[in-house]
């Protein structure tokens, strides 16, 4: 096995948003020093780095030069191009690999995957052509959702599809991308599990949390999700058999559709920190941000036990709308813990930040984190 990277060592960040932010926190507390590669300045992740290199990833010269300077690379969003990947690994160890990369960046490569591995998932097709579609449809059935095969998150790159009427502008919503077809899950509720797997193949997780969404975007995470046992351990278990499928070395969160049957369907793979994982910053022994730092350094990982039972609510540009927010009010919560992510404009539907709460049981600490959210405003 490869040689662990010690504290006092250097880290790449491929990416410099709140993910980065959080992962750059865990990894200064424990003495690393941490350079990141965007193409922006002035970021969430760059404010708290050692380096914040801004060049274009296609600038694989500025890549190579950043790859340089560190031990070991990591990236904190999935959407980094392969050339990127590939020229940062010819001087650095680049963890995850590339290929998870490659895998997880597209849809329809991440559901092949999946699919050849046996995993559960809804149907599914590849749409290049109207008619691909139309065919597709035939097949897959009404309702149906047609996605973008790459670049999508909360929800952007998504059309409903409720009958024929609707085939042309949903293709039409594409703007000449690969899309994929899935056939629409009545889903009982939205739940994930957040795992890290060590260099050495050793694998801890979170349990299952329950997503509840607002427009597409992550509202609020309840955690531990209020499941039966049987389904956390076979979500447990997919996650994990997902993870060794992919011999991922660092954090990856599964998302899953619980049916009203009880029986569980893969939603989509992010090999990153997830959102639904920030819980863990302030809920768990061992954060995700942490966990991935372990990781991709070669260390043992930590424990993910969890202190108490949390909730985590997102704070959208949406509160901005009326001036800043009454920081002092959510403040004056004393189980609730703030996090902003040092964005410097406030948006419609961009994440700002979160806040954290904590309680005798999941359902006081969901109260305390939306009265907390209420008070902002």
Same mark, same amino acid.
């Given at each position: =096995?490869?040689?662990? %990277? ?18 750059a %926190? ?9 350079h990141?590669?965007? $193409?922006k ?14 060049a &274009?990833y ?19 969003f999935?959407?980094?191009?392969a ?6 690994a010819?001087?650095? *160890?680049?963890?995850p $690999?590339?290929?998870?990369?490659? %895998?997880t960046?597209n849809?329809?490569? /991440?559901?092949?995957f ?5 995993f559960p ?6 749409v290049?052509?109207?008619?691909e579609?139309r065919?597709?449809l035939?097949?897959v ?6 996605k973008?095969?790459? @670049?999508?998150?909360d929800?952007?790159?998504q $059309?409903?599809?409720?009958? *024929? ?5 949903a293709?039409?919503?594409l703007?000449?991308?690969?899309g994929v077809? +899935? ?11 957040v795992?890290a ?5 050793? @694998? ?16 609020v ?8 046992? /049987?389904?956390e351990r +076979?979500?447990?278990? %997919?996650?994990?058999a ?9 954090? =990856?969160?599964? /998302?899953? @559709?619980?049916?009203?049957?009880? #029986?569980?369907?893969i939603?989509?793979?992010? *090999? ?9 910053f302030?809920a768990c022994?061992t954060?995700q ?9 070669g260390?043992?990982?930590? $424990?993910?036990e969890?202190?108490?039972p949390?909730? =985590?609510a ?5 509160l901005?709308?009326?001036?800043e ?8 919560? *004393?189980?609730? #813990? ?5 964005k ?7 994440? =700002? ?5 904590f309680?005798? &049981? ?6 305390t984190?939306?009265a907390?959210?209420?008070a902002?405003?």
């Amino acid at each position: =096995m490869s040689k662990a %990277i010690l504290p006092g060592a250097t880290v790449g960040v491929l990416g410099s948003g709140q993910l980065g932010r959080m992962f750059a %926190i865990a990894a200064r507390r424990m003495g690393y020093r941490v350079h990141t590669f965007s $193409s922006k300045s002035d970021t969430p992740t760059g404010q708290l780095c050692d380096v914040e290199v801004t060049a &274009s990833y296609d600038d694989l010269e500025a890549v190579q030069n950043f790859a340089r300077g560190v031990d070991v690379v990591t990236f904190e969003f999935e959407n980094v191009p392969a050339a990127t990947v590939e020229a940062a690994a010819t001087h650095a *160890p680049v963890r995850p $690999s590339g290929e998870v990369l490659h %895998i997880t960046q597209n849809r329809w490569r /991440e559901k092949s995957f999946l699919a050849q591995h046996g995993f559960p998932l809804a149907a599914f097709r590849k749409v290049c052509s109207l008619d691909e579609l139309r065919t597709g449809l035939d097949e897959v059935g009404f309702p149906a959702v047609l996605k973008t095969a790459g @670049f999508g998150y909360d929800g952007k790159g998504q $059309s409903k599809i409720q009958g *024929p009427g609707e085939v042309e502008l949903a293709f039409q919503s594409l703007n000449g991308q690969e899309g994929v077809l +899935e056939g629409f899950i009545d889903f009982e509720r939205e739940v994930s599990v957040v795992g890290a797997r060590g260099l050495d193949g050793a @694998f801890v997780h979170y349990g299952v949390v329950e997503n509840e969404h607002r427009n597409h975007i992550l509202d609020v995470t309840i955690a531990p999700a209020a499941v039966p046992p /049987e389904v956390e351990r +076979e979500a447990v278990a %997919i996650a994990q058999a997902v993870l060794e499928s992919l011999d991922v070395v660092g954090v =990856m969160c599964v /998302e899953f @559709f619980l049916q009203r049957d009880g #029986k569980l369907l893969i939603n989509e793979l992010a *090999p990153r920190p997830h959102n639904s994982g920030h819980f863990t910053f302030d809920a768990c022994v061992t954060s995700q941000f942490e966990q991935q730092l372990r990781a991709v350094c070669g260390l043992p990982l930590g $424990s993910p036990e969890q202190l108490r039972p949390a909730a =985590m609510a997102n704070l959208l540009g949406d509160l901005w709308q009326d001036g800043e927010p009454n920081w002092a009010a959510a403040c004056a919560f *004393p189980d609730v #813990k703030l996090h902003l992510y040092g964005k410097s404009t406030a948006q419609p539907g961009r994440k =700002m930040g979160h806040l954290t709460a904590f309680g005798d &049981s999941i359902e006081a600490a969901k109260q305390t984190v939306c009265a907390a959210r209420s008070a902002l405003s």
